[in-house]
């Protein structure tokens, strides 16, 4: 009904469509803010209440019971570890699924089927990978509870979602460039190569950061896969014991001592610069690789 | 200067280099500590199977240690998991021993009580940090594996029942009416359906989620059937999200650990318990005192298992536990939970001594009070 009235042509319907116009921007701009203020003011809590907090004591120590010492130092070398070796197993293979499934089966049934079930898949909650890499990966191929288990979970996790904006990617690579390179006798190789790679790898690093970003925040698989949290050594290898940083900013969130609360909003801060330099590191990337690509077509 | 490659990758090789000398050095003196020597006592005894007729014969190895300690510095590794509760009394206690004994490598995980035993009753950990007693279910399964364990309690943690500080018509409440109010499709909705002359207001209601060993002790001692619980009240695993709303809500009601009232005492109102089951008990507010003696009827015990074999095999485990009860009141109190009673720790550390491994429980005193809770 309303609709009708919009769309219809009589003197009030016109009236309201102005005046509709003239308010979007206004209702639009209330959702922005309130996005904006939610993370101004989740990020004005953070620094009142973890501010003072923040030192190099908290980088550089091991876990203590003394939160004048406590430090995340094991947990940001987890952290790093883990998501670290994940991206490098992730972004590859999402790429290449991504390249199987836009530039050699598209419009196939089994691409469908697949990237269906992909989509479906980013939305399984991530306990549930937790378990799988548990079950399948520590204790089924007898990895145990380390960093590899760790980096696959997380690689599997964030798999989906990658994939998915590599997809994407592949797909705003416009069809006249590929169809004029096969016209010039291109095979597919030369093709995905030279034409359709270079134009959508930049959003395909976009993904793969957004699927690190959310490896770093993940604390449920990993509380799965490795449940420890008090460790005094560096992780060394790809067989060493890890723990993660959200996983001990909950358990400091959690106590009753306000000091350890105050530690937690540190180490998030903490967590935030990370997640912040990554971004940075990828739009620089991105950056680059379009600079490059520009320099490709003149 | 940061970005300096050379910098880098003499950092990345000086890492490297020193990973590995690092790993050979500690694999070394783990492994040459092990060979400590024992005097091994071998005694059969006979065990009664509870109410069934047959007993069974069980071979106990005793292990008089006493004379291992003298030998060498100590290392190795120590796995420990379990209750998160119990965690800030183990990072307390592990953090102090690393101290004294850098060579000792000890972990401490946070997968819960439940979580912690399943990987206990596989001999994945030495130890497990528990806010319950193993369930007969899980003993089985560790029989089922040949793990055997040692049962030691540490601490004292309690239950505390909070209302708001606005709230005038609560100071007690009885076992029987908690039940009433948190059993399965209960009726309580109103403050009045609890006791006669109560407001006619709604009351909101907070507590742990099923995941926590709080809920668990909560759900079998008051209730009386573990996790049996109404589930249309407010949950948190984060007993700050809990104080927060009874703090702010009027008619609000809710439960938590004992170790976290301190820190929330001038933001809600405490409740006085008492346990209707036992004839002529009386109100009981939790305290220092009233909950380390058991007279609060909200206090549970919490726990170390300790596996068998590791405690026989690792002398720097055995050294780890005689610190923990050596020094436990201090990081018990340290980590705002409640010690046992002070000359429990040296005699549970005298019997250890002496190589007799079970019946800590029944030292503890704990068992002499009906209140204490399933065992």
């Known amino acids: ?298 | 200067m940061m970005a300096n490659p050379k910098m880098v990758g003499l950092i990345l090789t000086f890492l490297l280099v020193g990973g590995v000398v690092g790993y050979i050095t500690g694999w070394y003196i783990a492994g040459s500590s092990m060979t400590g020597r024992g005097l091994t006592v071998t005694e059969t005894r006979f065990v009664g199977e509870g109410a069934k007729t047959s007993t069974i014969t069980e071979r106990v190895t005793v292990t008089v240690h006493g004379l291992t300690q003298t030998t060498g510095p100590l290392a190795g590794d120590i796995l420990i998991d379990g209750s998160s509760t119990v965690y800030p009394i183990t990072e307390a206690v592990a953090e102090a021993f690393m101290k004294t004994y850098p060579a000792v490598k000890i972990s401490v995980g946070i997968s819960g009580t439940g979580g912690g035993f399943k990987r206990f009753i596989m001999g994945e950990t030495d130890i497990n940090d528990a806010s319950r007693p193993i369930l007969m279910s899980e003993a089985q399964t560790a029989e089922a594996n040949g793990i055997r364990w040692i049962e030691i309690p540490v601490a004292i943690d309690g239950l505390v029942i909070v209302v708001n500080r606005e709230n005038d018509w609560v100071e007690c409440l009885t076992f029987s009416e908690l039940k009433k109010i948190w059993e399965p499709e209960s009726t309580v909705t109103k403050w009045s359906d609890i006791r006669e002359g109560w407001p006619d207001e709604p009351i909101r209601l907070y507590g742990p989620g099923p995941d926590s060993g709080t809920f668990d002790y909560f759900t079998e001692r008051v209730i009386g059937k573990l996790k049996a619980s109404r589930t249309d009240y407010i949950a948190s695993e984060d007993d700050n999200v809990l104080v927060a709303g009874v703090e702010g809500e009027r008619y609000a009601l809710g439960y938590f650990g004992y170790a976290y009232y301190p820190y929330a005492a001038d933001k809600i109102k405490i409740v006085a318990v008492r346990d209707d089951s036992i004839p002529d008990a009386s109100c009981v507010t939790p305290t220092d005192e009233t909950v380390s003696s058991y007279k609060y009827p909200l206090s549970r015990p919490l726990f170390l298992y300790v596996n068998k074999r590791s405690w026989d095999e690792k002398p720097w485990l055995r050294e780890f536990v005689y610190f923990y009860l050596e020094n436990g009141e201090r990081f018990v109190k340290q980590v705002s939970y409640t010690p046992l009673p002070s000359n429990y720790y040296k005699m549970a550390v005298a019997t250890l001594k002496a190589g007799i491994t079970d019946g800590l429980y029944s030292l503890s005193q704990i068992s002499m009070w009906k209140n204490a809770g399933p065992h």
């Open chain 1, 1 to 298: 009904m309303g609709n009708q009235i919009l769309i219809g042509t009589g003197r009030r319907g016109v009236k309201l469509k102005k005046i509709l116009d003239k308010l979007l921007p206004f209702i639009l701009s209330i959702a922005v803010f309130i996005a904006v203020a939610t993370i101004v003011s989740l990020l004005i809590t953070l620094i009142t209440t973890g501010g003072h907090r923040l030192s190099w004591n908290l980088i550089l120590n091991y876990p203590s019971s003394n939160p004048e010492e406590a430090g995340m130092r094991s947990a940001i070398l987890g952290s790093i570890f883990t998501v670290g070796l994940s991206a490098l197993i992730c972004i590859p293979l999402s790429i290449a699924t991504a390249i199987f499934l836009v530039e050699y089966s598209r419009g196939g049934r089994l691409a469908s089927i697949l990237s269906y079930n992909i989509s479906n898949l980013a939305g399984v909650p991530s306990v549930v990978f937790g378990v799988v890499g548990l079950g399948f990966l520590a204790y089924g191929l007898g990895m145990g509870r380390t960093v590899i288990t760790g980096a696959f979970t997380l690689a599997v996790l964030t798999l989906p979602l990658v994939t998915v904006t590599c997809v994407e990617a592949l797909k705003t690579v416009p069809d006249d460039l590929r169809q004029g390179a096969y016209a010039l006798g291109a095979t597919t190789v030369q093709v995905v190569r030279r034409v359709v790679l270079p134009r959508a790898l930049p959003m395909m690093l976009t993904g793969g950061i957004l699927g690190i970003s959310r490896a770093l925040g993940e604390a449920a698989p990993i509380l799965v896969v490795s449940g420890l949290l008090f460790i005094r050594e560096d992780p060394v290898s790809l067989f060493s014991k890890f723990t993660v940083m959200p996983l001990q900013l909950y358990n400091w969130i959690s106590r009753p001592q306000p000091a350890f609360v105050e530690l937690s909003s540190a180490g998030i801060i903490i967590l935030l610069l990370i997640l912040l330099a990554l971004n940075a590191l990828a739009i620089s990337l991105r950056q680059l690789l379009v600079r490059r690509m520009e320099q490709l077509w003149r």
